[in-house]
């Protein structure tokens, strides 16, 4: 991590540009203020990669693997996203523990036939 001399932001050392001259082999600004065309680092806007639209940055959440220290997803995608994420989890969740219990209908029967009450005091 290096913290950038123009936006004062810490970012991962691959955020800046090699520079042979610099002390640490790296520049002292991090890419997006050494080409602010490329992403600026002022805007107070950002544009949404999911739903193409361009809002302004506090409908961004705060996240600092990305560079500019904001998800690339809105706010409104990120939560339909991760919405999206766990229903999807869940039922692949849900699936996975009906096909196993199909292959494995005496589990429960077995388990409570073979468990050893002492062996629970034990502990
Ligand atoms: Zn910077
Ligand atoms: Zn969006």
Same mark, same amino acid.
């Given at each position: ?10 970012? #991962?050392?691959?955020?800046?540009? #090699? ?16 080409? #602010? &065309?490329?992403? *600026? ?11 193409? /639209?361009?809002? *302004? !940055? &506090?409908?961004?959440?705060? &996240? ?10 809105? !706010?409104?995608? &990120? ?7 766990? !229903? ?7 699936? /996975? ?7 494995? *209908? ?5 388990? !409570? ?11």
């Amino acid at each position: 991590m290096k913290i950038c001399s123009e936006c004062q932001i810490e970012k #991962p050392d691959d955020a800046f540009n #090699p520079d042979e001259r610099a002390y640490d082999g790296r520049h002292h600004c991090c890419r997006a203020c050494e080409n #602010p &065309d490329v992403e *600026p680092p002022s805007a107070d806007e950002k544009h949404c990669r999911s739903c193409a /639209t361009t809002k *302004p !940055r &506090d409908a961004f959440r705060a &996240d600092a693997r990305y560079a500019d220290g904001l998800s690339c997803y809105c !706010r409104a995608c &990120d939560n339909r996203k991760s919405r999206e994420w766990a !229903r999807v989890n869940r039922e692949r969740g849900a699936a /996975t523990r009906k096909a196993w219990l199909a292959r494995n *209908p005496d589990y429960y029967a077995k388990w !409570r036939a073979t468990a050893d009450p002492k062996l629970n005091h034990k502990r």
